[in-house]
């Protein structure tokens, strides 16, 4: 297979962690928020599974960019653009909060940290969310700024990632609550650590707002974890899909929403918050969706997948299209992520396709898998 390099430029941010991992072994990029993504190291996607679940990796995910709002107006412009209730939201919790359109597609999943009242952070997906909200701002006239302000985000993931955190940061860190996140001391330098991470592994992301500093906590979460098993690591394939950890882009994009991905609890039609796309919304709910996300289990051993592939019943008929797939070392077979359409996403319910010229059939299951 030829290899074809990613060329760097401006607008193509390397990360502060970039000429470390690539001497750890790195293998592959992607392109994340116009920023190097680590994808990928010179061991196999199911040897890194195994090691994800059983001990601790350190990602460099600076991909993950903060769109700061602060100001008088900041929790008004926040909650105009999230389908979630923020009203009760508490400094010191994250909360996963689906952002739409007036039409109710989704524009982005970004989990958002209160700060303080006045200050808020949207840690995004992978699209242009600043730009989202500094149109609603103008437009609406609130007395906001908005930034993406220099924070480079470390996570430490992996049931391990308790014993090795807690080393470094003491008995405390520990006691932090899914979703919860406080500020904790390295060597003299505070750093926001919340208790979150793109895997169900458990974990913390280290909000790292001081490059000097946080290059020091990569090398020392290196140096003191050799113990734990320690690993540079990336968001990993076969375990985002297993958990139904939803990506922007592959999964979902501004073509769905939020009803159709499966977040009804955090869809909030009957409180008084405004938000865009509320009445579009209230007009799908009472309607209902026309389609809707579901897992499948396919009967192949690999898949390569770079584009969504059609799914057909028996009649030869278009019922869905596959977004994500890989295979699972769990499960013995390819496991996916599909969006099919009304009424065909009972569970139990086989279809077929055709991928790279063969023909094969799965059958469409509940999410997440595991």
Wanted: charged share 25%; hydrophobic share 40%.
């Amino acid at each position: 297979m030829t290899k074809i390099s990613i060329a760097k430029a401006r607008r193509l941010r390397t990360t502060p962690y970039t000429s470390r991992i690539e001497k750890q072994g790195l293998s592959a990029y992607s392109v994340y928020n116009h920023m190097l993504l680590p994808a990928g190291f010179d061991v196999s996607l199911e040897d890194s599974y195994h090691h994800l679940k059983e001990h601790v990796q350190v990602w460099d995910v600076a991909g993950e960019r903060q769109v700061e709002i602060s100001g008088p107006d900041s929790a008004k412009l926040v909650q105009l653009m999230t389908c979630r209730d923020l009203s009760n939201a508490k400094e010191g919790r994250c909360y996963y909060c689906p952002i739409i359109d007036d039409n109710a597609g989704l524009i982005n999943d970004p989990v958002v940290l209160k700060i303080n009242d006045n200050k808020w952070w949207l840690s995004i997906a992978d699209s242009d969310v600043i730009l989202f909200a500094k149109g609603l701002a103008i437009g609406k006239k609130f007395d906001v700024s908005i930034v993406e302000p220099n924070v480079d985000i470390l996570a430490v993931q992996g049931p391990k990632s308790y014993p090795l955190m807690e080393k470094i940061f003491g008995k405390e860190i520990t006691d932090l609550k899914f979703f919860g996140f406080d500020y904790f001391d390295f060597r003299g330098v505070k750093h926001l650590i919340a208790r979150s991470g793109w895997s169900k592994q458990g974990g913390y992301e280290i909000y790292v707002e001081n490059t000097k500093s946080g290059l020091e906590l990569y090398d020392h979460l290196f140096d003191i974890g050799k113990e734990f098993n320690v690993e540079p690591g990336c968001p990993n394939l076969i375990e985002r899909i297993e958990s139904a950890l939803l990506s922007y882009g592959n999964d979902i994009d501004n073509n769905d929403n939020p009803l159709e991905c499966g977040f009804d609890k955090y869809v909030n039609l009957d409180s008084d918050v405004i938000f865009l796309g509320k009445e579009k919304l209230k007009q799908i709910k009472s309607e209902g969706i026309n389609k809707k996300l579901m897992g499948v289990m396919i009967n192949l051993d690999k898949i390569n997948m770079s584009q969504s592939i059609e799914l057909i019943d028996n009649k030869n008929n278009i019922i869905g299209d596959m977004r994500s797939a890989v295979f699972s070392p769990t499960f013995k077979k390819v496991i996916g992520i599909a969006m099919f359409k009304k009424p065909f996403w009972d569970v139990g319910l086989e279809f077929n396709l055709n991928i790279e010229g063969i023909s094969t059939n799965g059958t469409i299951c509940n999410i997440p898998f595991v």
